[in-house]
C-alpha cells in the first residue's frame, strides 16, 4: 500500500511536523511519502493563497494517481480545493478538516475547532455550515497566530491551548476539541492530558482513515459530486 501525504503549502518546516506525526502512528508495511506542493504559498491563511496554491496541488495529485499511490490525504485544516480533486481523483483523497470533523462527531455531542488567527473564525464557521455540522458545532476560538508561528512556538502554542480550550468546554459545551490546523501536529497529546477531552489533531487522525480505508478499498463515488469532468475545448 502507498500513500501519499500531502502539505498544500511550501512550508519545509510544517512538512517536518507533518511527516514526524505520521511516521508515529503509520504501519510498517505502508510505503509513506510526505511532500509538500512545489511552488506556492508558505503557509494557507485565506481563501486567496488557496487559490495560487491550486495548481500545484492538481499536479501532486495527477502524479499520485499515475504513481499508482491508495490514498492521498491533503494535510491541511482547510481542504484546499478538495471537490476538483476528488473530480480529477481515481483514487480517494481525505481533506482533513472533513474527515477529523467526522470523526469528533462519534466522540463526543459537541466540537469546538482551535484555529490560528481571529479572521479564521469566520472561515471555520462558514466551513461548519458547509458540511451541515451546525447542531453539534460548539464554536471556534483562535490562538492569534500564524500557521508557520504555530509549527515554531510550541510553548506558546500549548499555553494559549489550554486556556482556550478551558473556556471551549465550560463556556461553549465542547466535549471534543479539533484542533484546526496541520502545523499544531503533536500538541494534542499535552492538551489532552491538561483538558480531560479527547484533542484530535487533524494530520493523524485523517491519515489513519486514508490507511484503514484503502485496507477495504473504499473509494469516494464518481456518479455525482465528483463525476470526472468531460474534456472542454481550451481556448
Known amino acids: 500500500m502507498k500513500i501519499l501525504v500531502l502539505n498544500p503549502n511550501t512550508s519545509k518546516l510544517v512538512t517536518k511536523k507533518i511527516a514526524d506525526a505520521v511516521n508515529k502512528v503509520a504501519r510498517k508495511d505502508v510505503e509513506l511519502v510526505v511532500e509538500q506542493i512545489e511552488h506556492g504559498p508558505e503557509a494557507l491563511e485565506s481563501y486567496h493563497d488557496e487559490t495560487l496554491a491550486y495548481p500545484y496541488i492538481l499536479e501532486k495529485v495527477e502524479k499520485a494517481n499515475a504513481e499508482g499511490f491508495n490514498a492521498i490525504v491533503l494535510a491541511a485544516f482547510c481542504d484546499p480545493g478538495i471537490e476538483a480533486l476528488r473530480e480529477r481523483s481515481a483514487i480517494p483523497i481525505y481533506g482533513a478538516e472533513e474527515t477529523t470533523l467526522s470523526i469528533a462527531l462519534l466522540l463526543g455531542n459537541k466540537f469546538s475547532i482551535l484555529t490560528e488567527k481571529?479572521?479564521?473564525?469566520?472561515?471555520?464557521?462558514?466551513?461548519?455550515?458547509?458540511?451541515?455540522?451546525e447542531q453539534r458545532f460548539a464554536?471556534?476560538?483562535?490562538?492569534?497566530?500564524?500557521?508557520?508561528?504555530?509549527?515554531?512556538?510550541?510553548?506558546?502554542?500549548?499555553?494559549?491551548g489550554i486556556e482556550l480550550g478551558k473556556k471551549m468546554i465550560i463556556e461553549d459545551g465542547a466535549e471534543v476539541i479539533v484542533m484546526g490546523c496541520a502545523s499544531m501536529a503533536g500538541y494534542q497529546d499535552e492538551l489532552a492530558e491538561k483538558l480531560g477531552v479527547p484533542i484530535l489533531d487533524p494530520v493523524t487522525i485523517t491519515?489513519?482513515?486514508a490507511e484503514g480505508l484503502a485496507d477495504i478499498q473504499t473509494v469516494h463515488s464518481k456518479v455525482g459530486l465528483y463525476a470526472t469532468p468531460e474534456p472542454k475545448k481550451w481556448v
Open 118 to 133: 481571529k479572521h479564521k473564525e469566520s472561515v471555520k464557521r462558514q466551513h461548519v455550515r458547509k458540511l451541515g455540522l
Open 139 to 160: 464554536g471556534v476560538r483562535a490562538l492569534n497566530m500564524g500557521v508557520v508561528e504555530i509549527a515554531e512556538k510550541g510553548e506558546q502554542v500549548l499555553e494559549r
Open 207 to 209: 491519515y489513519k482513515v
